[in-house]
């Protein structure tokens, strides 16, 4: 189905493999619109329930964007349907948890599709940044706003400024990733964690993670709101009231997302 990336399936997982290793898996509108198309066949395949996304080989999980079709933006350019920063907006809101699994170089929109995604695990030889400034650009894949709100608004600049590439022990120490392992326990570890998410509710992972994103771009008292708003709804299932039957009697709860 598709000639830029590759999606494999395993049980409740969906792994996104960007598949241009020759190139570092850089980023074209041919790829990007890939992974909208994937994104919405995952959604709708009645298994999936978190999707994974990487790059291809052990050099880049993806290593920027399509420098060639770069050159030949134009102003209005940006804000055409289909853009970078409008997929990885996509990529946030997804309706299911989404994970990194940073294998390799994530450099510019590499870096910016890690932070469009819920949780990052990095390869211990990998490296992320933000060189946009070296083209006399900005990141405008969400990187200025998303990085900030992640590292803070000094180290964002510094990296920013600098064009500083954070080692994968750097970008763990300043929160930019969850876990740093050998490349080959990667996928292990990204598995592992993927299965602690799929073990809950998953309602409720939905609902804690609009909790989360949507209460993070307002005041907290309108994101308790939105807390309690999204309780009441948990409230009513019949998940919830599995989860702590199950609790109680000492089992493995069997949810069904109703």
Avoid: W
């Avoid at 999980?61 to 350019?77: C, H, P, R, S, Y």
């Avoid at 809101?93 to 599709?113: F, H, K, Q, S």
């Avoid at 500083?164 to 970008?171: C, G, N, P, R, V």
């Amino acid at each position: 189905m598709y000639e830029n990336i590759i999606v494999k399936k395993e049980g409740q997982l969906a792994y996104i493999y960007i598949n241009l290793p020759e190139v570092r898996n850089r980023l074209s509108k041919e790829t990007l619109s890939e992974i909208r198309d994937a994104l919405v066949e995952i959604k709708h395949d009645g298994v999936s329930q978190l999707v994974v996304f990487t790059g291809e080989g052990d050099k880049a999980f993806v290593a920027g964007a399509d420098i060639t079709q770069l050159n030949e933006k134009e102003m209005l350019d940006v804000f055409a349907t289909g853009s970078m920063q409008e997929i990885y907006d996509e990529i946030e809101a997804y309706d299911m948890p989404t994970i990194a699994m940073i294998n390799g170089l994530a450099l510019g929109g590499g870096c910016e599709l890690a932070l469009a995604c819920d949780i990052r695990v990095m390869a211990d030889h990998a490296k992320i940044g933000l060189p946009e400034l070296n083209l006399s650009i900005i990141p405008g894949a969400g990187g200025t706003q998303r990085l900030s709100r992640i590292v803070g608004k000094g180290k964002a600049l510094e990296m920013i400024l600098l064009g500083k590439f954070l080692s994968a022990e750097e970008a763990m120490t300043h929160g930019l990733v969850t876990e740093v392992v050998p490349l080959q326990f990667l996928k292990d570890k990204v598995d592992e964690i993927a299965e602690q998410i799929l073990a809950k509710g998953p309602l409720a992972v939905k609902l804690a993670k609009m909790a989360v994103q949507y209460g993070a771009e307002t005041d907290q008292k309108t994101g308790q709101i939105i807390e309690k708003l999204a309780q009441a709804v948990l409230f009513a299932t019949a998940d919830k009231k599995e989860g702590t039957k199950a609790f109680m009697e000492k089992r493995k709860p069997v949810f069904t997302s109703k």
